[in-house]
């Protein structure tokens, strides 16, 4: 799957694949105002952290192409911008790239349309470039194989664009004739893993099973899961990692049982703003989501609940952080940063830093 498919800039538009549709069904959306993207991202017709940035990068050129013709004023494209930005907050990338291409604005419409197509480019790139060091890092760490890999959620090409970044690395070690099988779980309430890295993972011909995310404890148990690899959100200055709900689970149980757990993701998703995990922003949404089931009601009419889209994993439980420039392990504030001006990771708008990981903790 290329990520044009996922994502692209086409006649002032954008198209982007209706994720909320899949695996029944293949739609596109072409989507014309801001209105229409904020409503995709917050419908999650358009979702993952690097496809996020990517989708806000070209809603800056997309709000800039909107205003010209309706004569919006400089307050008054700020404000549609900021609201693009603030649609998901826990994703870091939606809001680092949305500023970094808003920055272009002084220098003409056709300068903010090519950075925004330049950070859809180096989102596909960025994700080949973790697949690959992914791949190499985990047959050195774990073996040859073939190995039994356990992931949550999707981070596949629908999520981030090129290969993906966990789901990359996965495809990566099968190219490679490393994997046995992918274990998928579910990923309730919303079925990432069901509906979308089970759809990835047949169109990219890997083995794969779909999981129950309370079955995760007793497969683990069974000595079935050689490593545990999933992506992330955010990643906190000191390594607590917010990923989708249920990932912190995972991460105890990995613990409890010795199992490898390994994070895949941009340098561009590490938010040194953040200090350490209670200052990530975790999104809570419709009790809908869970008290119902493709629209039809599944616990008692009334019924509260509790949903938050996020959880967020102390870095005390992360084997290893695979990103595009490296491998850092142990995670922890000193591997992350040991020098005061991290360029990319402080926001240049192309997930690339400069010298972040130029440590002795770093394996390349």
């Known amino acids: 799957m290329d990520h044009p498919d996922v994502l692209a800039w086409r006649d002032g538009h954008i198209e982007a694949l209706d994720q909320t ?18 409503r995709a991202i917050t419908s999650l017709a358009i979702r993952g952290a690097p496809v996020l940035g990517a989708a806000g990068a070209l809603g800056v050129a997309l709000a800039v192409r909107q ?66 060091r992914g791949a190499e890092y985990l047959l050195q760490a774990c073996g040859a194989g073939p190995l039994r890999v356990h992931t949550h959620c999707n981070t596949g090409a629908l999520a981030c664009l090129g290969w993906g970044t966990a789901l990359g690395v996965i495809r990566a070690l099968h190219v490679a004739g490393a994997l046995s099988y992918v274990i998928v779980d579910e990923t309730r309430p919303l079925l990432q893993g069901a509906r979308l890295t089970s759809y990835e993972a047949q169109q990219a011909g890997l083995p794969y099973a779909v999981l129950a995310d309370a079955a995760a404890a007793s497969l683990m148990a069974a000595g079935e899961v050689d490593l545990v690899l999933l992506g992330a959100d955010r990643i906190a200055a000191d390594g607590s990692v917010a990923n ?44 809908e989501e869970v008290t119902s089931f493709a629209g039809v ?20 439980l992360i084997t290893a952080l695979v990103t595009e420039r490296g491998i850092v392990r142990p995670v922890t504030a000193g591997t992350l940063r040991d020098q005061e001006t991290i360029s990319g990771a402080a926001g240049d708008g192309h997930g690339a830093a400069s010298g972040v990981f130029d440590t002795a903790y770093v394996e390349r």
């Open 21 to 38: 549709a899949l695996p029944h069904e293949v739609r596109m959306l072409r989507i014309g105002t801001v209105d229409e993207l904020v």
């Open 67 to 132: 205003g010209s013709g309706e004569g919006w004023d400089d307050r008054r494209l700020a404000a549609e911008i900021e609201r693009i930005a603030a649609a998901r907050p826990t994703a870091v990338n939606l809001s680092r790239e949305v500023a970094a291409v808003a920055a272009r604005i002084g220098e003409g419409s056709a300068a903010v349309q090519g950075a925004a197509l330049a950070v859809l480019e180096s989102t596909a790139a960025t994700s080949l470039q973790i697949s690959a």
């Open 244 to 287: 989708k709900v249920g990932t912190y689970s995972l991460a105890v149980l990995a613990r409890h049982h010795g199992v490898p757990f390994v994070v895949a993701a941009p340098v561009s998703t590490i938010d040194f703003a953040a200090p350490a995990g209670p200052a990530i922003v975790v999104e809570h949404r419709a009790a």
């Open 297 to 316: 009601p599944v616990a008692a009419a009334g019924s509260a609940a509790y949903n938050p889209a996020f959880d967020v994993t102390p870095p005390g």
